[in-house]
Antibody, heavy 125, light 107 residues
Framework: EVQLLESGGNLVQPGGSLRLSCAVS????????????VSWVRRAPGKGLEWVST????????NYADSVRGRFTISRDNFKNTVYLQMDRLRADDTAVYFC??????????????WGQGTLVTVSS | IVLTQSPDTLSSSPGETVTLSCRAS???????LAWYQHRPGQAPRLLIY???TRATGIPDRFSGDGAGTDFTLTISRLEPEDFAVYYC?????????FGGGTKVEIK
């Protein structure tokens, strides 16, 4: 069974930085991590889900929501089966639970067949 | 594409059938619409993709329908574990977007 495990959430002051990690395991034989795109999706308190960013399987392609472009950077290490989200110049409205999720076919624009349980980021002074 | 889900909250009893709505601000082509279930503290779970196709392991109590701008998720014979928040998601057009969610609660 595929598992995604987020980490790195914390309380940070406005203007600060944080790096989230998403470790993927259980892909099984013949299913290379480098095939799959991985995305970050967040849920702010009292709100619905919001797509944040996606990275392609080989890391060459990235995409960002307008709300985070220029402040967040997504990257991946296919040797460690891990995707990262570097968050800089954090704002109060970035407060949310951040989930990572993978696609099933290697597309940057697709549904998500596996998700993590999320990590909480709180931006407050 | 803006997705509007209704109702915000739906109160129902185990054994009943409920229908959740997801309306798109423009046509979602290729039936590129998915539904997820999210229980508190757990990972969201894929229920339906391609508007009508159940994901692996999803019981047939869950069914998706619709095309164009109007989509529905029907949950038949509600089980206690079905009380959760449900989100629709379009992956036809970038940026990917989600609906605001419908909470299915026990009456």
């Amino acid at each position: 069974e595929v598992q995604l495990l987020e980490s790195g959430g914390n309380l940070v002051q406005p203007g600060g930085s944080l790096r989230l990690s998403c470790a993927v395991s259980g892909l099984g034989p013949g299913r290379k991590f480098s095939i799959y795109a991985v995305s970050w999706v967040r849920r702010a308190p009292g709100k619905g889900l919001e797509w944040v960013s996606t990275i392609s399987g080989n890391g060459a392609g990235t995409n960002y929501a307008d709300s985070v472009r220029g402040r967040f950077t997504i990257s991946r290490d296919n040797f460690k089966n891990t995707v990262y989200l570097q968050m800089d110049r954090l704002r109060a409205d970035d407060t949310a639970v951040y989930f990572c999720a993978k696609d099933p076919v290697g597309s940057m624009r697709f549904y998500f067949d596996s998700w993590g349980q999320g990590t909480l980021v709180t931006v407050s002074s | 594409i803006v997705l509007t889900q209704s109702p915000d909250t739906l109160s129902s009893s185990p054994g009943e059938t409920v229908t959740l709505s997801c309306r798109a601000s423009q046509t979602v082509s290729n039936l590129y619409l998915a539904w997820y279930q999210h229980r508190p503290g757990q990972a969201p779970r894929l229920l339906i993709y391609g508007a009508v196709t159940r994901a692996t392991g999803i019981p047939d109590r869950f069914s998706g329908d619709g095309a164009g701008t109007d989509f529905t998720l029907t949950i038949s014979r509600l089980e206690p574990e079905d009380f959760a928040v449900y989100y629709c998601h379009q992956y036809d057009v970038s940026p990917l977007t989600f609906g605001g969610g419908t909470k299915v609660e026990i009456k």
